[in-house]
């Protein structure tokens, strides 16, 4: 049960669930070597690309049974636990594991530890009274629940989100990156652009994200250089607020920002190859501030991590 960050060329901040798919050799779970959108050939995955057989290997999609989310939402099924050893070098170009967190240990202290060895700890933060769970079935291993979406009509909304501090692995530059995440969300949980997680700000610097769409529940994966204004945004196009449990994967190749849902590729744009990409910002999964006005994400996460070549 594991959840895990690529981007476009606009601003604007899901399809029904494929099948689940085999577990993939190694934890990067690479991208099929051609894209379904138009791209330079250069900007299409490598297959070297994979992560070495050292690497740790990624959660499967098996299910436990059913459970219940806070409230009564139907959490579906939760995809099932997975044990991951300390990363190891990966050779230059091919992407390495730098974090992930699969939160099935919960949070110890207000902590929750990365296993990859090599990322820094999540602190659990709220406003409002905001309460984040975790939750899991009874096969073991444990996904976040963020609190619901407010009435429009509250004066106080509860949040909460997960916060690590700045970290170089999470400064890619211009190399090749990888973030991933593993959700479950409705329509109805949404309530702006949906923030799954996002390192710096659009117009203060430079940042990477992955969010989902407001109007039709689409993931997103964002991408804004350094000196730049230009918003690069690659959006599915197919939903992911359907119930279902989904693995959107965003990845930055040289001159392409794509988006993958379930290991196939729905959406990439073109983005300049010396787009780079490094700030001092914190990384946040489930919001990007505590503002009255922030796009929180409501639903269910697993399995976050991020690669980096």
């Known amino acids: 049960m594991k959840i895990v960050i690529a981007l476009a060329a606009v601003a604007g901040l899901i399809v029904p669930a494929s099948p689940a798919l085999a577990a ?21 995955a490598p297959a ?12 499967t999609t098996a299910a436990a049974p059913a459970v219940a989310r806070p409230g009564g939402v139907p959490a579906n ?6 044990t991951t050893p300390p990363a190891t070098a990966a050779a230059p170009g091919v992407p390495a594991l730098v974090a992930r967190w699969d939160f099935d240990a919960g949070s110890v202290g207000g902590r929750v ?24 079935g009874p096969t073991g291993g444990k996904y976040v629940a963020f609190p619901d979406l407010c009435p429009t009509t509250a004066t106080t909304c509860p949040r909460g989100l997960l916060e690590a501090p700045n970290d170089a692995d999470l400064n890619p530059g211009t190399r090749l990156f990888r973030w991933s995440a593993r959700v479950h969300l409705t329509k109805a949980q949404i309530g702006g652009s949906a923030n799954i997680m996002q390192k710096g700000v659009a117009n203060t610097g430079s940042q990477w994200k992955m969010q989902v769409g407001a109007t039709q529940g689409r993931a997103q994966c964002v991408a804004v250089g350094v000196g730049s204004p230009t918003v690069y945004i690659a959006r599915s196009t197919t939903s992911v607020a359907d119930g279902l449990w989904h693995k959107i994967l965003c990845q930055r190749v040289g001159p392409a920002l794509s988006v993958y849902i379930d290991g196939v590729p729905r959406g990439q744009t073109a983005i300049p190859a ?8 914190p990384l946040r ?11 929180m994400y409501h639903g269910l996460l697993d399995d976050v991590y991020a690669e980096l070549g």
């Open 24 to 44: 993939p050799a190694a934890l990067s779970d690479t991208p099929p070597a051609t894209a379904t959108a138009a791209a330079p050939a250069t900007a299409a």
């Open 48 to 59: 070297t690309a994979a992560a070495p057989a050292t690497a740790a290997t990624a959660a």
């Open 77 to 82: 099924t939760a995809p099932a636990a997975a």
């Open 113 to 136: 530890a990365d296993t990859s060895g090599r990322g820094p700890a999540l602190s659990v933060r709220s406003a409002d009274q905001g309460i984040i769970r975790f939750e899991g």
């Open 274 to 281: 010396t787009l780079s990409i490094t700030n001092t910002l």
């Open 285 to 295: 999964l489930g919001g990007p501030n505590f503002n009255t006005t922030s796009d």
